[in-house]
């Protein structure tokens, strides 16, 4: 236990203006480690200062990769790129308060109540994400969203919106418009607010590229609006474009909060010193855990319920970008980290079992948030909240697994809003961009 609190002093890092911390010291590794890899570290570190300003990243479709430029746009690497995202963002909120203020109407003259928002995989994952984690009940809209093309599945949502259809804006995000998914989505909607006598277009916005097959239909039938998808996002990295932006104005969220501290974790993991750089140490450490291989699993577990998502998004985050057959030298490889797990202390009664004493093939990132609730405190005993067993648990977790040899991460954020979504998002998308680094992957 000495070891481990000689350990923790070292490797223990905390951005205190931001509250965040993150602590590696219950990974295994050896104290050379950072010494050993210099050389790629170094590589990394150089591959990030070039992405971000600019670089073809993606020399297979000859693309920019652009996403931190979207919290940042001083950091484009054309005036034009700049004025595209700030004009967005500006016409997003624009947007959003002439709907709250009811300029922007239903046919019927009276305010939207409620967006449906259609679209898959990128297009939906990050604002079903953030919207989960930032919900209150005094939002002005509320969200129902189709992200399949399960007919079922768009019965039940359709079922759950009733009798307020007609107060319904529909969100349509697609970045080719050709996705069969989205479209399906979109001409079962159609269909609905048709059988309602509903005109579809005064209900409708696009969310896509300039010039898609969706654009085009968008303004051909005259939908209330079109918002831009830009060709340097992915869309597994789309929550901070008007993809993710857009249905977070209209249910009331700080946009300027979110894009701010995905901005303020980008300052911080952009520092070329590997014991102050968050991402790095991420990387590093699913380096270590995996052999540069992908050989354990990440598990990820937040102990709060309005991050339940979070696993999920990361899912396709690190699996979706990571998962490569060649490296860039053209070498087979099979890159990637499978992620999985949902959060505390539920999962405890379920597979966190298995995690203490079955196949050792992962390491565990546990994501504390230490704000309780919103409202007045409330003992379950003498002295102890529920929210001290929520921490509790935590603690005699990582302890049961690490006396068992597993591996853990923890990271703690105050609490869950919209600066601190945007911090844990920004993060995770700089690590996974400097884990392809390492191991040589596009």
Do not use: C
Not at 242 to 260: C, E, K, S, T
Request: hydrophobic residues 40%; aromatic residues 10%; without cysteine.
């Amino acid at each position: 236990a000495s070891s481990l609190w000689q350990r923790f002093q070292r490797y223990f890092l905390e951005y205190r203006d931001l509250g965040f911390s993150l602590d590696i010291s219950r990974m295994k590794f050896p104290d050379d480690l950072f010494e050993k890899m210099r050389p790629q570290i170094e590589r990394a570190f150089a591959a990030m200062h070039k992405l971000e300003s600019g670089a073809i990243a993606n020399p297979t479709e000859n693309r920019m990769v652009g996403h931190y430029w979207l919290r940042n746009p001083a950091l484009s690497p054309t005036p034009q790129i700049r004025l595209e995202i700030e004009d967005t963002i500006r016409r997003v909120k624009a947007f959003a308060k002439d709907v709250h203020a009811g300029k922007i109407a239903s046919e019927n003259g009276k305010r939207f109540e409620h967006v449906l928002h259609i679209g898959i995989g990128g297009s939906a994952l990050g604002p079903q994400f953030v919207s989960a984690a930032l919900e209150s009940p005094n939002d002005p809209m509320d969200i129902f969203f189709l992200d399949n093309t399960d007919p079922e599945g768009f019965d039940r949502v359709f079922d759950r919106i009733g009798e307020r259809l007609p107060q319904t804006l529909v969100v349509v995000v697609s970045k080719s418009g050709g996705t069969k998914e989205t479209r399906n989505g979109m001409l079962e909607a159609e269909a609905k607010f048709a059988a309602k006598g509903l005109q579809f277009a005064r209900h409708a916005v696009a969310v896509t590229g300039a010039g898609s097959e969706l654009d085009k239909h968008a303004e051909a039938k005259g939908w209330l609006a079109r918002f831009p998808m830009f060709d340097w996002i992915g869309g597994r990295t789309s929550v901070m474009s008007a993809v993710g932006l857009l249905p977070m104005a209209l249910l009331g969220f700080d946009i300027d909060a979110f894009l701010a501290g995905a901005a303020a974790m980008d300052e911080h993991t952009r520092v070329p010193d590997v014991a102050q750089n968050a991402a790095m140490l991420l990387a590093l450490m699913w380096y270590h855990a995996g052999n540069g291989k992908g050989e354990k699993d990440m598990v990820v577990l937040p102990y709060k319920d309005r991050l339940a998502l979070f696993t999920k998004y990361l899912q396709q985050l690190v699996m979706e970008s990571l998962g490569k057959e060649k490296d860039l030298a053209g070498e087979i490889v099979h890159q990637g980290i499978a992620v999985y797990g949902n959060k505390g202390s539920t999962d405890q009664h379920s597979y966190v079992q298995q995690l203490r004493d079955g196949v050792p093939n992962f390491f565990v990132t546990f994501v504390e948030v230490r704000n309780d609730r919103r409202d007045s405190r409330f003992e379950v005993e003498d002295g102890f909240t529920s929210g001290d067993y929520l921490e509790g648990f935590l603690r005699g977790t990582r302890n049961a697994l690490y006396e068992n040899g597993r591996e853990s991460i923890t990271m703690s954020i105050p609490e869950v809003n919209a600066f601190y979504v945007g911090a844990l998002i920004a993060l995770y998308e700089r690590a996974v961009g400097v884990y392809g680094s390492l191991v040589n992957i596009n």
